[in-house]
């Protein structure tokens, strides 16, 4: 529940509004129990015990990166799914890779988490809970997160922006909004409606491909919304949200990583406010795709820059312990299928 929402059930409850702002911080803290909501009356924890429930996701696996200090989590949810979330560590502080669904029904051609099926969208406050699990385990605080976890969260829109109207609540987690980013693979519609609610957040969007042909290859959502329309959508939101749109482009041997491919990237994308990001494509179990070879993930680099596009090549962190979505909750799924131990 967002604030308003505890207001609201607070006064039914008849309690006075400062009780929800006080329930509300202290879950904002990450209490796991109304006992250790100490400023409130005995009667109100028992009352809120009987009524409500605080979500907590349980750990079932979790992996620390040798190379880095990222540390990949498997958790489970009430209903026995399981779904991935990732803390990460950079120089300005932690940030939180967080899922938006069990699954995804994007089905990218190159994507874990797509060939390991939709099971379904989760609630705001399980969102809320892979932030609180990884942060009370690593007794650390999150000061940016990332909706790049398993699932598009644009599909699961209204659990979303709850979510994202939660934690950025000065009252609660207060994490500030340019501290927020969420990825999507390209639903036009929401990125027009985003733009609507001006809510200022950092947009990425996985382009991967500079044309329809070769986008529709590996995404199929281009069939639904192709790349001029995404586009124009992007430059809508980059416009009045004022802030810069993140094309996210995976690198893949042969298929979107020659410098014709850069060119016609450079051209469609020069007039919007945006940044690209050329990140290593992640090779998956049975995939049919390749990581790019550095030289040509160099030269495409060096043809965008050429024409005044603002572009990094990212870190990749958490290589050695299968970090990127989808991997971990695929090979425990297959696991459990064959009757195998976790
Ligand atoms: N559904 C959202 C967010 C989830 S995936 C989206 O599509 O943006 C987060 C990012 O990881 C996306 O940019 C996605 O395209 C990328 N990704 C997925 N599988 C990958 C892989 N095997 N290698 C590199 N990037 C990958």
Known sequence: MN????????????????????????????????DEMTDLSFELRLILKEKYKIFDAKIIQSFC?????????????????KIESV???YHHGYTACISSQAGCKMNCSFCATGKGGFSRNLTSSEMVSQLQTMAADMKIRF?????????????????TLKFLEIVTSERGMNIGKRHVSISTCGLADKIYDLAIRKLRLTLSVSLHAPNDKIRSKI????????????????????????????FVYAMIDGVNDSSDCARQL??????????????????????????????????????????????????SLGGDINASCGQLRFRNNLRARDGLRQ
């Open 3 to 34: 604030l308003e929402e505890i207001s609201g059930e607070i006064e039914i409850l008849g309690y006075r509004r400062f009780h929800a702002r006080q329930i509300f911080s202290w879950l904002a803290k990450g209490a796991l129990t109304f």
């Open 65 to 81: 990166s040798k190379n880095d200090s990222t540390v990949k989590y498997l958790l489970s949810l009430e209903d026995g799914e």
């Open 87 to 89: 803390a990460m560590k």
């Open 143 to 159: 000061s940016n997160v990332v909706m790049m976890g398993m699932g598009e969260p644009l599909d699961n829109y209204e659990n």
């Open 219 to 246: 995404l199929k959502i281009n069939e639904v919304f192709p790349l001029d329309y995404l586009l124009k959508a992007c430059e809508t939101y980059a416009l009045s949200a004022r802030r810069r749109v993140t």
């Open 266 to 315: 450079s051209k469609k994308i020069c007039h919007i406010p945006c940044h690209v990001n050329l990140i290593p494509l992640n090779e998956i179990e049975g995939g049919e795709f390749k990581r790019s070879r550095s030289e040509r993930t160099m030269k495409f680099c060096k043809v965008l820059m050429e024409r005044g596009i603002s572009v990094t090549t990212r870190r």
